[in-house]
């Protein structure tokens, strides 16, 4: 069993920056990847970001590409999303995953709780 605890959301205006932590419980975090997915309002969730469990391998969709960065310490059991140049329509819930061993768009087993995250124009 993992659980997982984001942090790190709040208010932000349009232009800045915000980092997003996820805190994992459990010791078969390092063999899982990671991933952000998030939930605008009236919208369904989607992947943000991933990052594998061994090599570290990335992902980013597309409208986030080139402003995000996934990383994470596997010996802290962290998984960190670095928001840069951040847009309204980023707003939305961002949510932790994990629980399998390759990252795909429905996301692992575990889910964190959310966090949320709002610019402003």
């Known amino acids: 069993q993992v659980q997982l605890v984001e942090s790190g959301g709040g208010l932000v205006q349009a232009g800045g920056s915000l980092r997003l932590s996820c805190a994992a419980s459990g010791r078969t975090f390092s063999s899982y990847a990671m991933g952000w997915f998030r939930q605008a309002p009236g919208k369904e969730r989607e992947i943000v970001a991933s990052?594998?469990?061994?090599?570290?391998?990335?992902y980013y969709s597309d409208s986030v590409k080139g402003r995000f960065t996934i990383s994470r310490d596997n010996a802290k059991n962290t998984v960190y999303l670095q928001m840069n140049s951040l847009k309204p329509e980023d707003t939305g819930i961002y949510y932790c995953?994990?629980?399998?061993?390759?990252?795909?768009?429905?996301?692992?087993?575990?889910w964190g709780q959310g966090t949320q995250v709002t610019v402003s124009s």
């Open positions: 995953n994990g629980g399998a061993p390759i990252m795909t768009l429905a996301g692992g087993k575990y």
């Open positions: 990052i594998s469990w061994s090599v570290g391998t990335t």
